[in-house]
């Protein structure tokens, strides 16, 4: 079993990234996935979540400018993150979940400049 996050990087406030994680060795298409970030000296959060029948959740601070979404046939979640501030640095780790298991990727760094 493996998630391979990508798609980190350096940006300027105000700009966008789009992140992947690929899944191998489980079922994906049965699974939720989520996308959690975690900040120098602060807990993981949880950012956004796509079930398996396609129904979204996002945290308040990301609405209207974060979009999760994810392709069955590539074993892929994405997350889009438009207009981007500094506050969204951190490490963001991709998730997949099925009761009772769940699975973590490795992170990608995205950091935002001001």
């Known amino acids: 079993v493996q998630l391979q996050a990508s798609g980190g990087g350096l940006v300027q406030a105000g700009g966008s990234l789009r992140l992947s994680c690929i899944a191998s060795?489980?079922?994906?298409?049965?699974?939720?996935m989520n996308w959690y970030r975690q900040a120098p000296g602060k807990q993981r959060e949880l950012v956004a979540t796509m079930t398996n029948d396609g129904t979204t959740n996002y945290a308040e601070s990301v609405k209207a400018r974060f979009t999760i979404s994810r392709d069955n046939a590539k074993n892929t979640v994405y997350l889009q993150m438009n207009n981007l501030k500094p506050e969204d640095t951190g490490v963001y780790y991709c998730?997949?979940?099925?009761?009772?298991?769940?699975?973590w990727g490795q992170g990608t760094q995205v950091t935002v400049s001001s």
């Open positions: 998730n997949a979940v099925r009761f009772p298991s769940a699975y």
């Open positions: 060795g489980m079922s994906f298409t049965s699974r939720t």
